[in-house]
């Protein structure tokens, strides 16, 4: 259905660091500047009229606009989801950053280019604070979230340790009492969401990946019968900066729910697994809508 591999990427900052309330239009950003310089033999011409955009990653992951089905633009087949505090964070020094990167369908012959292009991003630094000699970061390590094993040391890159799996085997989550943490801000339009719409968008999130980057099966539907028993909210307006979106900000939360389940089926248990694993909701390439069990 869907092949998709996860690494975490061990970021250590060489350079006093003050890093933005939310990173995920800053990472967003910083690699897109990075790998088109990477990339691209003229930087004056436009993608839509390049001869190989076809085969390059930037035009993938920020300047293609039609989907191969459906209307909605297409879902980026890399993302980079940086943690959220919901505050600045400081480091005076040793600053240490975990950051997840997931690749889906073939993407993941580029992961040397993510890498190269976050090395020289860090390079550079990220967020304002980069104008200040600040924030700059090094790759120290990369690891595999399904082999456990070491992909990238600082200096060479293990492929044989990362591990591909399709969605149709992540396994499949069962508690009768469940609590959900929302790790990245959630840009969906209701917080707590209800399980069945949870789970709704986690399948509306991957049917767009399995359409993109996938074989198109369908997802099927599910039966869960859920409620809410305590939640917490904390609502974020976060900002963000884009040459290709009229969208200057968006409206999301974070905290944790916890749903008694009476009754859910083969298929809403699985979806569940994939929203550990993928996450659920809009804005997925600025690394929106990851969740963890608590």
Request: glycine share 10%.
């Amino acid at each position: 259905m869907l092949p998709t591999s996860k690494l975490q990427l061990k970021l250590q900052f060489t350079t006093p660091a003050k890093l933005p309330y939310w990173m995920g239009s800053a990472f967003r950003g910083m690699f897109g500047n990075e790998i088109r310089k990477v990339l691209c033999n003229d930087l004056q011409r436009s993608c839509e009229g390049c001869d190989t955009k076809e085969s390059c990653l930037f035009y993938y992951m920020y300047m293609r606009k039609e989907a191969d089905r459906g209307h909605a633009p297409p879902q980026k087949p890399i993302i980079l989801a940086p943690p959220f505090f919901g505050k600045e964070m400081k480091f005076d020094e040793d600053g240490h950053l975990d950051v997840e990167l997931l690749f889906f369908g073939d993407f993941k012959k580029y992961l040397p280019h993510v890498l190269l292009g976050l090395r020289l991003g860090g390079q550079q630094g990220i967020g304002s604070m980069r104008y200040y000699g600040q924030n700059r970061f090094l790759v120290d390590r990369a690891v595999c979230q399904f082999s456990k094993k070491e992909v990238y040391d600082g200096e060479s890159i293990k492929l044989d340790n990362l591990k591909t799996i399709d969605v149709e085997d992540i396994g499949p989550i069962w508690k009768e009492k469940l609590k959900i943490g929302f790790k990245t801000p959630f840009t969906g339009k209701d917080f707590p969401p209800s399980m069945d719409y949870l789970l709704s968008l986690a399948r509306y999130r991957l049917i767009h990946f399995v359409n993109e980057y996938g074989d198109g099966e369908r997802v099927p539907e599910f039966e869960v019968d859920a409620e809410i028993k305590d939640h917490d909210r904390h609502y974020h307006k976060l900002q963000r900066r884009s040459k290709r979106s009229d969208k200057t900000q968006f409206n999301s939360y974070t905290g944790v729910v916890e749903y008694e389940i009476d009754d859910i089926d083969k298929t809403g248990e699985w979806l569940l697994g994939v929203a550990l694993t993928i996450g659920c909701g809009p804005d997925s390439s600025f690394g929106c809508g990851f969740l963890q069990v608590l």
